[in-house]
């Protein structure tokens, strides 16, 4: 039987949350990279993989499928993957799915947009950070923090229940974005720092690989876009 293989850059965070459950899982995979800055994605023949044209994507002998959720459901329901992951009984699959539903307007678009516009707009593209855009999002990011710890982290250690889910996973993955923007998620949130300790050193050591290069970046640019005053 062919591996299955994943289309991924990285520096995304949903592509991170597929490597990172594929590597601790075992998964026979190989790691096709599609490298956004140089606009990889736009080819014809990645269109073929991800119609969309955006990653992560797998091919799984021929089946194709896109968006992290539905691969994340998708490889959690294949033989041998711990049922912790995405629980087959229904209250807590349930529990799992009302974070997936949650985090694509929260967690998802408020961290990666604060990145965007204080980051990597200003880098890619050359442009004046937007500072009211800045604002706006870092904002709306700090009251998805807040629900963090007073509404999913209320009273147990993981997002869905008592063990680690896909949802701990991708949620981990987006809040490590705003630190290349040089902001510290951590700060005065114990509740959440808890939380994350206990997901990456569930994931350890795969969870410090796939971060690799958020790292680097978080290195090398102190937070601040190449060029920008702030
Ligand atoms: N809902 C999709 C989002 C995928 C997505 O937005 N990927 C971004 C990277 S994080 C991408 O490929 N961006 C390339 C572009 O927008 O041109 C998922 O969760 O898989």
Same mark, same amino acid.
């Given at each position: 039987?062919?591996?299955?293989?994943?289309?991924?850059?990285?520096?995304?965070?949903?592509?991170?949350?597929?490597?990172?459950?594929?590597?601790?899982?075992?998964?026979?995979?190989?790691?096709?990279?599609?490298?956004?800055?140089?606009?990889?994605?736009?080819?014809?023949?990645?269109?073929?993989?991800?119609?969309?044209?955006?990653?992560?994507?797998?091919?799984?002998?021929?089946?194709?499928?896109?968006?992290?959720?539905?691969?994340?459901?998708?490889?959690?329901?294949?033989?041998?993957?711990?049922?912790?992951?995405?629980?087959?009984?229904?209250?807590? !699959?349930? +529990? @799992? %799915? $009302?974070?997936?539903?949650?985090?694509?307007?929260?967690?998802?678009?408020?961290?990666?947009?604060?990145?965007?516009?204080?980051?990597?707009?200003?880098?890619?593209?050359?442009?004046?950070?937007? !500072?009211? +855009? @800045? %604002? $706006?999002?870092?904002?709306?990011?700090?009251?998805?923090?807040?629900?963090?710890?007073?509404?999913?982290?209320?009273?147990?250690?993981?997002?869905?229940?008592?063990?680690?889910?896909?949802?701990?996973?991708?949620?981990?993955? $987006?809040?490590e974005q705003?630190?290349?923007?040089?902001?510290?998620?951590?700060?005065?949130?114990?509740?959440?720092?808890?939380?994350?300790?206990?997901?990456?050193?569930?994931?350890?050591?795969?969870?410090?690989?796939?971060?690799?290069?958020?790292?680097?970046?978080?290195?090398k640019f102190g937070?601040?876009?190449?060029?920008?005053?702030?």
């Open positions: 039987m062919l591996k299955m293989k994943l289309y991924v850059d990285l520096m995304s965070q949903p592509s991170r949350a597929v490597y990172i459950f594929m590597k601790n899982n075992n998964f026979p995979f190989e790691t096709k990279r599609i490298d956004l800055a140089k606009g990889e994605h736009r080819t014809e023949e990645y269109a073929q993989i991800n119609p969309f044209q955006l990653v992560p994507a797998i091919d799984d002998n021929g089946f194709k499928l896109t968006e992290s959720v539905a691969i994340l459901r998708y490889l959690s329901r294949k033989p041998n993957v711990p049922d912790h992951w995405y629980p087959k009984e229904l209250q807590a !699959q349930a +529990k @799992v %799915d $009302e974070y997936l539903e949650w985090q694509h307007l929260n967690t998802r678009l408020n961290c990666a947009m604060f990145f965007q516009h204080k980051f990597l707009r200003p880098k890619m593209f050359g442009v004046e950070v937007n !500072q009211k +855009k @800045v %604002d $706006e999002f870092q904002s709306r990011m700090e009251t998805t923090l807040e629900q963090f710890e007073t509404i999913w982290l209320k009273d147990k250690p993981f997002l869905a229940g008592s063990e680690i889910t896909i949802a701990d996973l991708l949620a981990a993955c $987006e809040l705003p630190s290349m923007a040089g902001y510290d998620i951590l700060e005065g949130r114990p509740i959440l720092a808890a939380w994350y300790k206990r997901v990456k050193d569930a994931l350890q050591p795969h969870y410090d690989e796939g971060h690799k290069v958020v790292d680097i970046v978080r290195k937070g601040r876009a190449p060029g920008s005053k702030l």
